[in-house]
């Protein structure tokens, strides 16, 4: 992990000042859990969950919002204001502060999207396969959310298959019995006219 914050932090900036680095994955790979250790060893990183800025009504319709309240602002050096949703309440709350600090983390299904990888400094993807990620997600939340990620699933399904994330990822990130295994992502091996389609690729053990 310290490694990798090192590495980031020589990265070039990507969005005014910014570093800003997307962390992707299937729902239930261990994203959260990932970048909030990576953001300590970041000397307190700000992160920005990509679940506030979605809601129940918009699973994925969040771009505008993500590119008016955070990209903008950041991208001119100033503090970004975005409105987390609360999904208790189904309400979205007051401005929460985003500041242009040199790295931000950007933690989400859908933090390798089209419209955000030109900000971004570096895409990391969870590498774990989406049955199992789901499995894992369904069973940390329980029966109660059980409808929730049916439909989650679908439109999950749906976002990838639209708009892919991992094939332009720089790094994958996999997790291991103790700590976590960071390989070299597939960006850099697309070529400019070649089909791409949404795939978990290869997980082997660590």
């Known amino acids: 992990m310290r490694d990798l914050a090192s590495r980031l932090r020589r ?14 994955g299937h729902a239930g790979s261990g994203k959260s859990t990932f970048v909030s250790q990576l ?20 699973l994925f319709g969040w771009t505008e919002r993500l590119l008016t309240q955070v990209i903008e602002p950041l991208g001119r050096g100033e503090t970004a204001r975005y409105t987390p949703y609360d999904w208790h ?21 859908g933090a390798g999207r089209r419209a955000l990888r030109p900000h971004l400094a570096h895409l990391l993807w969870m590498e774990l396969p989406r049955e199992e990620a789901w499995a894992r997600g369904r069973a940390r939340d329980g029966k109660e959310q059980r409808e929730f990620w049916d439909g989650w699933v679908r439109a999950e399904q749906r976002h990838f298959a ?16 103790e700590g ?3 390989l070299s992502g597939p960006a850099g091996s697309i070529g400019p006219n070649q089909n791409i389609t949404q795939g978990d690729g290869p997980s082997a053990v660590c």
């Open 11 to 24: 990265l070039p900036p990507s969005c005014g000042p910014v570093r800003l680095i997307g962390v992707d």
């Open 39 to 58: 953001a300590r060893e970041l000397d307190g990183a700000p992160v920005l969950r990509l679940d506030d800025l979605a809601s129940h009504a918009e």
């Open 89 to 109: 309440t189904r309400r979205f709350g007051p401005p929460r502060p985003l500041p242009p600090a040199p790295v931000v983390l950007v933690e989400g299904v």
């Open 162 to 177: 639209e708009d892919p994330s991992r094939p332009f990822a720089d790094l994958l990130v996999r997790q291991c019995a």
């Open 180 to 182: 976590y295994e960071v």
